[in-house]
């Protein structure tokens, strides 16, 4: 199918692309188009208007301070990949973006559009997770800075208002001895994953963080004490709200079991 018709701008900063969505309160963001596009084909998304970010400087740079490294919304999965952006974890985030879809999908998604669209399957949204990620959420009257953590609110929802764009990704600094950990489990290379888990154990920093994916909502996570046993997974997921049938939460189970032991480096 072909896209409904719908006009179209390219924002020249991120004010111009914040005053265009307050313009038309039909008007829809696009960031790399990897979802956008295909549900525009599907017509299953038809804005009057598409705003094209994809040209705003501000949303692709990146920056460090003593505690954070600063990613811009438009960093793509290929650019943490290939290295091209500063990286707190010494190598985890490539690894993790790789295993996002394939790499013509990695060349042109977004972290911003990920973590945006909030698909219960997506890498960031767990991995961000687990690493104790801030955003940052731009809107007509200012710029607020919350944790990722609660951003979700469930599949394809998030605390995004109308005319508020997801700005930047903010990850932590971690401690030389932090430990991450991640698994997910594909049916098929490249395809959204079933079930994913990541673990951070940063010990310095008395961090024990596991989480989860859902197949229904946002990430389950569990902060684990330092005597935290792997056996204890089952139970803590189910006390959560782990979802689906025995299958499910059992692979879930499975999966973050395997998260934790890389970080335990078993
Ligand atoms: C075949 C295929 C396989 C995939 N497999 C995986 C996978 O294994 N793992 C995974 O994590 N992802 C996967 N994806 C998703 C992909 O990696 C992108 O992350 C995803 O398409 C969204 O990023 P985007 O930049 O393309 O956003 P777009 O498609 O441009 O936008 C998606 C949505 O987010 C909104 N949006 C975009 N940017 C912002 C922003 N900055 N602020 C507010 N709203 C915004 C848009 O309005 C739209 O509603 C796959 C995609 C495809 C096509």
């Not at 600063?70 to 793509?76: F, H, K, P, S």
């Not at 999965?77 to 973006?97: N, Y």
């Not at 295993?99 to 909030?118: D, E, K, N, P, W």
């Amino acid at each position: 199918m072909k896209p409904s018709a719908f006009a179209y701008r390219r924002a020249s900063s991120l004010s111009d692309a914040v005053a265009a969505l307050a313009a038309n309160a039909d008007a829809k963001i696009m960031a790399g188009g990897q979802t956008l596009g295909p549900m525009l084909n599907l017509r299953l998304a038809q804005p009057a208007e598409i705003v094209d970010i994809t040209r705003i400087p501000e949303l692709c740079a990146t920056s460090e301070t003593s505690d954070w490294v600063n990613l811009g919304a438009l960093v793509t999965h290929a650019a943490i990949e290939d290295g091209l952006v500063p990286d707190p974890t010494r190598g985890f985030l490539a690894r993790v973006a790789h295993g996002i879809a394939y790499r013509a999908v990695r060349t042109r998604g977004t972290v911003g559009g990920s973590l945006a669209h909030a698909d219960p399957a997506a890498d960031w949204l767990s991995c961000f997770t687990a690493l104790g990620a801030q955003i940052s959420i731009s809107g007509p009257t200012d710029t607020r800075r919350v944790p990722l953590h609660g951003f979700m609110r469930g599949a394809l929802d998030t605390d995004l208002a109308p005319g508020e764009i997801l700005s930047a990704v903010h990850l932590p600094k971690f401690s030389a001895n932090a430990r991450f950990g991640y698994a997910k489990f594909c049916r098929k290379d490249g395809e959204f994953a079933d079930a994913i888990g990541a673990a951070l154990l940063d010990p310095d920093r008395a961090i024990y963080r596991l989480v989860a994916s859902t197949t229904a909502g946002a990430p389950i996570v569990i902060e684990a004490g330092a005597a935290f046993a792997p056996e204890e997974i089952p139970a803590r997921l189910d006390a959560a709200g782990s979802t689906g049938d025995s299958y499910e939460r059992r692979l879930r189970a499975v999966i973050l079991k395997r998260a934790l032991a890389e970080a335990m480096g078993k």
